[in-house]
């Protein structure tokens, strides 16, 4: 099949619409998600396509919405649950920390949990404290889960098409300014959860990055490309398992690296990949590894306090010059 | 039914009574020579709520139990020495020794586990009553909880969704009258009935010493549940003999309590009245006898498992790709 234009929550539409036409135990539960075709319309027209049985809108309840996906999930389906925002996924730890995470595990592998969570980080649109957060680290910390987030459509599309189709449970986390972002999407091209992508090619710099700092990444490349500045652009595309090999190999190409995310930077997915490179790349670099990421503040809501909070190309490009310094 | 017929099945109800109890009592011994790794919570003095739910299960059905779980997973057919070799901790457990008590689990029989977190097996229990209806298997779902789950906010999200889809799910509330060390009326300011009744969800309450009670109560609310009537909940009113965990010097508890829960005794009821309906005394015996021994040779089988490797575990955290694949 060729590929054909479709923005990301088109992109998880159709990854959603493929996957339940292709395997009756795919089921949709979630706030919202069936009458109203979901918050961010990413569920639209499903509930006519596949009925209600099949796509179910929950009262909201995200705490038995999550742990009742999980007793769907032992009992021969594979639901994907919708949290209207990974803010409200607090609300839903138990059934992700102590159950899907551990049942597999716990029970001496007599089963697994073929659970998907889908749920919106990032800031931007001046949502507030509660409905911006980047909280993907928490749950890449838990031995069991396994953590996606995507940067294009073509990997929305991918992506969840393989976390559907894992036996595990998979948190797979949008980026909710990036919905309406267009791009090619062929539904042929598989996708393999933990393994990362080179977006651009360069031999100077690695920047490693995934979801929506993708883009900025690149952005940053593009202009330090003026400068005679080559970054290569590493999408880690899922960050549990993340692709430590590829990460490695970039830094033997490169000898300096920039992790960049949207997330707090203390305790974040940078320091577990910085740690690691220190640990395991130290050989190869000449330069400190920097990581550009969000303050240690709740995410703000003015406009004006957002820009200082988000990860921007200025912010990125000042940190490779400081790194080829 | 005759009489003959009732008498043979409250025999067989006295059975897995038995077996829970013999089991748990061959535990306190065990643990008391520290041959049990951790916490275990017995439920002695609840037998007849396992065992009168249990009986009226089917193949298909499902259920999510609790800390206090052994009962529930022995009435619905655990294996027994599997069970002690996971209680023992040893690697031919049902869960090769990574869950112990308080999440023994058999997916083939329906068990989705016991739970260490007071009221998490409930939502767990929804959601297989939901895919038994999505799946259309004529299968219930039963979530066994305790009195102390009933002011765990997701009893209540869960009962508000089971009347929304009229869910084939049936709350088991087994009230001890002790949330942990802390008398019930001090921990939940309502009733179970009146929590039912503000969802419509049916509910019944019955003396949870007695098993046939249990079990006719629980018939009734299987029937209507498979003919889509929607969830039950059935309160089971009973006693909990030993501490919230083993070990547990009950301090909290008043000697006159405690002394008097002899009179409660389900096994003691039931042996009463099978005999008074003219069953033999040696064959309540023999089958006292068969329970024990059986429950000593699966304990020596324990014994004598290895423990489990630490290479294996570490390894196991996801399904392995060969089998992913499968």
């Known amino acids: ?325 | 039914m005759s009489s003959q017929d009732q008498t043979a099945e409250l025999l067989a109800l006295y059975g897995r009574m038995a077996l829970i109890r013999q089991v748990e009592q061959a535990l306190t011994r065990l643990f008391a020579n520290s041959e049990v790794p951790g916490f275990i919570h017995l439920s002695i003095g609840q037998e007849a709520v396992a065992a009168g739910v249990a009986s009226a299960m089917q193949p298909q059905d499902t259920l999510a139990t609790t800390h206090r779980g052994h009962g529930h997973v022995l009435a619905r057919g655990m294996d027994v020495g599997g069970f002690f070799k996971e209680i023992m901790g040893r690697a031919g457990g049902l869960c090769q020794g990574r869950g112990g008590s308080m999440h023994v689990a058999d997916l083939g029989l329906g068990i989705l586990g016991a739970n260490g977190i007071v009221g998490a097996g409930i939502p767990i229990a929804l959601g297989s009553a939901m895919a038994h209806a999505i799946r259309g298997t004529q299968g219930m779902a039963v979530a066994f909880f305790g009195d102390g789950a009933m002011a765990e906010g997701v009893l209540h999200e869960s009962l508000n969704m089971a009347a929304l889809y009229r869910s084939p799910l049936l709350l088991v509330c087994e009230n001890n009258g002790w949330s942990e060390f802390s008398p019930t009326e001090r921990q939940f300011a309502a009733r179970l009935s009146a929590l039912a009744a503000a969802f419509g969800v049916h509910y019944q309450q019955v003396d949870g010493n007695d098993v046939q009670a249990v079990a006719g109560a629980a018939a009734l609310a299987a029937a209507r549940l498979r003919a889509g009537q929607g969830p039950s909940v059935l309160e089971c009113v009973t006693h909990r003999v030993r501490g919230h965990f083993e070990g547990d010097a009950q301090k909290y508890r008043d000697a006159d309590e405690i002394s008097g829960l002899d009179a409660h005794d389900p096994l003691a009821r039931a042996r009463q009245t099978l005999l008074a309906a003219g069953a033999a005394e040696a064959g309540i015996g023999a089958l006292d006898a068969r329970i024990a021994a059986q429950i000593e040779a699966a304990i020596e089988a324990a014994r004598a498992d290895a423990l489990p490797a630490f290479e294996a575990a570490v390894a196991d955290v996801y399904t392995p790709h060969e089998e992913a694949r499968a």
């Open chain 1, 1 to 325: 099949m060729s590929a054909t234009e479709l923005r990301t929550a088109g992109a998880i539409n159709q990854a959603l619409r493929d996957s339940m036409q292709q395997d009756e135990a795919v089921v949709l539960l979630g706030e919202d998600i069936a009458a109203a075709g979901g918050s961010f319309k990413a569920t639209r027209g499903l509930l006519d396509a596949f009925g209600p049985r099949r796509v179910i809108d929950t009262p909201i309840s995200e705490a038995s919405m999550a742990s009742a996906a999980v007793g769907m999930a032992l009992t021969g389906l594979r639901p994907v649950v919708e949290i209207m925002f990974m803010d409200f996924v607090t609300l839903a730890m138990d059934a992700l920390v102590n159950q899907a995470a551990k049942a597999r595990y716990m029970f001496g592998g007599q089963g697994s949990v073929p659970l998907v969570l889908r749920t919106p980080h990032g800031g931007g649109l001046s949502a507030g404290p509660q409905h911006s957060q980047c909280l993907e680290a928490w749950l890449a910390h838990v031995p069991g889960l396994k953590v996606v987030c995507p940067s294009s459509p073509q990997d929305a599309y991918a992506l969840l098409r393989a976390a559907i189709a894992d036996p595990d449970p998979v948190v797979f986390v949008e980026h909710k300014a990036m919905y309406a972002a267009k791009g090619q999407v062929d539904t042929a091209q598989t996708a393999r959860i933990g393994e990362a992508r080179i977006v651009r090619a360069g031999r100077d710099l690695s920047l490693v990055s995934y979801g929506a700092t993708v883009p900025v990444c690149l952005q940053a490349a593009q202009q330090l490309a003026g400068e005679g500045i080559e970054a290569e652009v590493l999408d880690l595309r899922s960050i549990q398992p993340w692709d430590k090999a590829a990460v490695l190999q970039s830094l033997a190409r490169t000898h300096r690296m920039v992790v960049v995310h949207e997330a707090v930077q203390a305790f974040g997915v940078g320091a577990e990949i910085v740690a690691t490179v220190a640990d395991e790349g130290f050989d190869e670099l000449d330069a400190p590894v920097l990581r550009v990421a969000a303050p240690f503040m709740p995410p703000p809501f003015a406009s004006s306090l957002e820009q200082g909070y988000a990860v921007t190309a200025q912010r990125v490009m000042d940190a490779v010059r400081r790194a080829l310094a």
